[in-house]
């Protein structure tokens, strides 16, 4: 089980709130996030390894492609952050931006660039 400090660590940063805001809509994999970001793959890969380490976001292997999900709360602190990820971080503007150029990216059909 992660600590809450670890938890609210985790939420402290930009990218990782936009990363978790996309995760709330469905699994994605980097090159999805880099299209809809416009963030470098590092930069996108760097957080999605630091939210795996909070125990946050959760790993599945398809052949070379890597789709990341939310992960199951490990406990009430957990969960409650999620609820916000779900639903009050939404009404934040730079998410809200994000959601919207979400709705409108065409599917990425992942290749060997998807790790």
């Not at 996309?22 to 980097?30: E, G, I, K, M, Y």
């Not at 490990?74 to 990820?85: D, F, I, K, M």
């Amino acid at each position: 089980m992660k600590t809450p400090d670890k938890l609210f660590k985790a939420f402290s940063d930009a990218t990782r709130l936009r990363l978790l805001n996309l995760l709330a809509q469905r699994d994605h994999c980097v090159c999805e996030f880099q299209n809809i970001l416009r963030v470098p793959q590092p930069t996108i890969s760097r957080h999605l390894a630091y939210l795996r380490r909070s125990g946050l976001v959760e790993v599945e292997r398809h052949g070379k492609m890597i789709m990341y999900s939310l992960a199951e709360p490990g406990n009430e602190v957990h969960a409650a952050l999620l609820r916000c990820v779900r639903g009050c971080f939404q009404k934040v503007d730079f998410l809200q931006r994000d959601i919207v150029r979400h709705k409108k990216a065409k599917p990425i059909i992942c290749k060997d660039t998807c790790r």
